[in-house]
């Protein structure tokens, strides 16, 4: 029986050269649509950098050191700017923890003039004046409430509230906040950290007045 011949090296060589080039036996092939991510990220990039790439060779002249010094200052101010924007969209999508708190507190059948005393110090922090006013107007009248031990009739405008008041001080007091937020909330006049100081002051006159009368 004759012996079987084998193939020449060559010829061996190059079948084995055709078999591990098939798809199954690449194992670093780049995933389907790998290439298109890579020329989109490297297209991208050399948008952004060829304003400054710009401004690099627009100061030609001018000491190397200090071209990459502007360059990387001017590059810093865009990073802080867009981040100030991405965050102030961010804080005006996203609904406050004070706005979620203050409707929780709205809608408890137990209000206190505590709860609206914090909710006064969180606007305040955010430099709402106007609204950490209209808070502790809300707790004033609850402190009054308290003393007077009734709910006050729903509806009730503040003039008719001033007009209820005997107590001359009790009445400048709660008067304070009246006129503010007339001014500021009805009027749309600037309110500050004057105004809100100034009603906190009044408040804190309004809740010693309304505890002293309840613990009597």
């Not at 952004?48 to 050191?65: C, S, T």
């Not at 909330?185 to 009044?202: I, N, S, V």
Request: neutral net charge; charged residues 25%; proline residues 6%.
């Amino acid at each position: 029986m004759p012996s079987a011949t084998l193939p020449a090296a060559e010829e061996i060589r190059s079948s084995a050269r055709l078999i591990l080039e098939r798809p199954e036996f690449q194992v670093e092939t780049a995933p389907p649509g790998g290439s298109e991510l890579v020329r989109f990220l490297e297209w991208t990039i050399e948008l952004l950098l060829a304003p400054f790439r710009w401004l690099f060779n627009a100061m030609d002249g001018l000491p190397e050191l200090l071209r990459w010094i502007i360059v990387f200052a001017l590059a810093g101010l865009l990073i802080l700017l867009l981040g100030h924007i991405f965050y102030t969209f961010a804080t005006v999508l996203r609904p406050s923890t004070r706005r979620r708190t203050a409707e929780e507190i709205l809608v408890s059948d137990e209000q206190r003039p505590a709860d609206f005393e914090k909710l006064a110090d969180a606007a305040a922090a955010e430099r709402d004046y106007i609204g950490a006013i209209r808070c502790l107007f809300r707790a004033a009248l609850l402190s009054l409430q308290q003393r007077e031990q009734r709910r006050l009739r729903p509806g009730i405008t503040n003039r008719e509230l001033l007009a209820r008041l005997r107590d001359p001080q009790l009445r400048d007091s709660l008067r304070s906040f009246v006129e503010v937020i007339d001014a500021g909330w009805y009027g749309r006049l600037p309110c500050g950290a004057g105004e809100y100081h100034r009603c906190r002051e009044a408040y804190q006159s309004i809740r010693a007045y309304s505890e002293a009368k309840v613990d009597a």
